[in-house]
Structure formats: structure tokens, C-alpha cells
């Protein structure tokens, strides 16, 4: 069974190997190169601890004992990278991780101890446990798990506010983030089973559980680093990168540009009528952008524009055009000879899924029914 472990290790650094190699490396990378390269660290040094290496080389003890408190910061600073597009890296990320630093810090002592007293102290770390040892395993439980939460969290607001910005978020693919949050969410889930058992059963974490924490935390690794080399960007097929981040989303949503209410009526009756006139709407991929540049506005007036109206954002008003368009073509005789996907392609949607999703949102049936109710009144 140690084998899956050390492939866990190989892996780690292998993978961290290939992304190191990769050309034109985004900051988001940079980071998923260094936190699988502290993966590898930590899974290696908990095989020290597990095989027994640490126990004949008493200097490698606490090598890798805070670790856990620092996947959950990793896991933030990546996703930060990414949504917001960043060019550089914050130094202000940094500040996740002033715990595992400060309990680091805490031990130095123990770290500089001779290899004797090291090894006496680690027999004994759980009979009489200091203060240290305590809140570290308190961090190291549930630090990560607030982590992903608060991540979630983050992902469903940010794709919320995407409906001010595009027509269309199909392609806009949050969901590697959200699998990476539930991939750390799942090792936690573990860990945190384990040691409520051990409450339970009042006895100490067995070695066997610990194995089975890190196997798992192997199989994510395998997750982490063959999907990491091949991610791209957050926004990819719709925008350049940096022109639309998380922080654009956000203050967009809630910047108003001084219109006035009689002139907010008046551009947003202009934008209606500039996306009938000239069938904008029907463009798969069309974003804010492109409505602003076809107005001539600043984005930011017809974005409060479009919120004048209660309920409405860009994705709706132009979905609803959508809708209505398709509406009449499922009834129409010129597109008898259409199926579904094609008269959904027409009218502005993307794909199939996206069409029946997006319909039934607005019509409250599906396109198929919403066919199948007329071809039904007219055959009576």
C-alpha cells in the first residue's frame, strides 16, 4: 500500500515539473506550482512520519506538522488569481498564511532542539500537549474547510454577477474551481470524520486513519495537477484577459455613473431598440461591450441603465428577446423543417442545453412542448 503513497509524492512534483515547463505561465500557475511542490513536501513529510524515517532521523520531526493549515490559503490565492485575472501577484495574499507562519515561528525552539530532545518531545506531545499543539490542531481542522465555504461562496457570486455582463455564461467555466473546492472539501470531510471518531471512541488517531487522510490526499493531487496544466482562463472564447475580473463584476454591479432617472428611461429604451433594430441579440457571444460600443456609451451607463428596470440585467433582456424570437419561430411554418437545435441557434443560443434551460426560465415550458401545444390547437 506504501506504493500509492510514494506515487502520491512522484506525482506532486512530477506534475509540478510539467507546469514549471509550460510557456507564457499566467500568476494563477505560478501559485499551482508552488502549492504542488508544497503538497509534495507535506505528503513527504508525513510518509517520514508514517514509515518511521523521521523516528531514526529525529532532526526531520515537525517537518510537515503545520502544513494543513496552509492548503486552504493556497487553494483562496489560486482562485483570486483566476478570477481576477491578475497580471501580477498580490502581495496582499500573503496575509493568509501569517498563521502557518506564526505557529511555525512558535516552535522555532523546538525546531533548533538537539535530535534527542526532539525525538523525547514528540513521544510525549500528546500526554501533556502544549498550547501549540492545541490550536494548531484546531486550525489544522477546520482552516480549510472555511476555506472552501467561503470559496463557494465566492463562485456563486461571482456567477451571479456575470448576468450583468454577458448574454450567455455556458462557456465561462467556474466549474474547475468549484471541483477543486469540493476536491479539498472531500480530503477535510475525512479528516474531519477521523477525528470525530477518535473523540467519539476517545483514543488518539490510529496510523492507519492517517494513511487513508493522505491516499486521499494523493488521489487530489492527481485531480490538482493533470486538470491544472490544462486550464486556460476563467473568460475564455468572450474576453481579453483583465477586461473583465471579479473586481470589475463586483463594482460594476453596484457603480452608478450620474445618469438621471428620465435619462436612464431614455437609454434603455435605445438599447431595446438597438437590439431588435439590428438583431444584436441573435449574436451567441454578445457582452455588455459590445452593446456599449455598438451605443457608443461607457459601459458603466448602460449597466445602470439596464438596472433602472426592476429585476433586469443584461443577461435577462437579452435572453427575452431570445426567447420571443424562438417563440415565434417554433410555430412558424417557415421552420417547420427546423429541430430544436437549429431554431435555438438562430435565435441567439449557444447549444441545445442552454436553449431548453434558458426558455423554460422565461416561457415556463419547454421549446418542444411550447411546439407541441400549437401543432395541438391547430390540428383541433
Known amino acids: 500500500m506504501d506504493f500509492l503513497f510514494i506515487v502520491g509524492i512522484a506525482q506532486a512534483f512530477f506534475f509540478a515539473l510539467l507546469l514549471g515547463r509550460k510557456k507564457d505561465k499566467s500568476v494563477a ?52 488569481a483566476l478570477l481576477s485575472g491578475a497580471k501580477r501577484f498580490n502581495p496582499w495574499w500573503l496575509i493568509h498564511f501569517v498563521p502557518f507562519v506564526l505557529m511555525n ?39 480549510s474547510p472555511v476555506y472552501v465555504v467561503l470559496l463557494l461562496v465566492r463562485l456563486k457570486r461571482f456567477r451571479s454577477g456575470l448576468r450583468d455582463f454577458f448574454s450567455s455564461t455556458e ?3 467556474l466549474l474547475w474551481l468549484q471541483r477543486l473546492s469540493w476536491g479539498l472539501g472531500a480530503i477535510w470531510a475525512v479528516v474531519l470524520g477521523t477525528y ?35 486550464y486556460e482562463n476563467i473568460l475564455v472564447n468572450y474576453t481579453s484577459p483583465g477586461e473583465v475580473s ?68 443584461f443577461y435577462s433582456l437579452v435572453n427575452q428577446l431570445r426567447v420571443e424570437a424562438a417563440k415565434e419561430k417554433l410555430v412558424s411554418e417557415n421552420f417547420a423543417h427546423f429541430s430544436l437545435l437549429g431554431i435555438g441557434l438562430d435565435s441567439g443560443f449557444n447549444s441545445k442545453a442552454s436553449f431548453n434551460r434558458v426558455f423554460k426560465e422565461y416561457a415556463g415550458i419547454s421549446p418542444s412542448e411550447h411546439r407541441e401545444r400549437h401543432q395541438k390547437i391547430h390540428q383541433h
Open 29 to 80: 500557475d505560478n501559485i499551482l506550482l508552488i502549492w504542488l511542490i508544497f503538497i509534495g513536501l507535506h505528503l513527504l513529510g508525513f510518509y517520514w512520519d508514517y514509515s518511521g524515517f523521521s523516528s531514526q532521523h529525529p532532526h526531520l520531526l515537525g517537518f510537515s506538522w503545520f502544513m494543513p493549515i496552509a492548503e486552504g490559503p493556497f487553494l483562496w490565492i489560486y482562485a483570486a
Open 171 to 173: 462557456r465561462i467555466n
Open 105 to 143: 515561528v512558535s516552535i522555532y525552539d523546538f525546531y533548533l532542539s538537539p535530535p534527542e530532545e526532539k525525538a523525547q518531545f514528540a513521544s510525549t506531545l500528546w500526554q501533556n500537549p502544549p498550547w501549540q499543539a492545541v490550536l494548531g490542531n484546531f486550525l489544522t481542522l477546520y482552516t
Open 246 to 313: 471579479e473586481e470589475a463584476v463586483a463594482v460594476e454591479r453596484y457603480k452608478k455613473s450620474g445618469l438621471k432617472s428620465d435619462d436612464e428611461k431614455a437609454l434603455l429604451d435605445e438599447i431595446k431598440m438597438l437590439l431588435v433594430k439590428q438583431n444584436l441579440y441573435l449574436e451567441q457571444n454578445l457582452t455588455l461591450d459590445d452593446l456599449a460600443k455598438a451605443l457608443d456609451k461607457p459601459r458603466h451607463h448602460i449597466s445602470q441603465a439596464i438596472g433602472s428596470e426592476e429585476g433586469l440585467t
Open 196 to 230: 470525530a471518531y477518535c473523540r467519539i471512541a476517545d483514543t488518539h488517531l490510529p496510523d492507519n486513519n492517517n494513511y487513508y487522510i493522505f491516499v486521499t490526499v494523493s488521489l487530489f493531487v492527481l485531480f490538482l495537477g493533470y486538470h491544472g496544466l490544462k
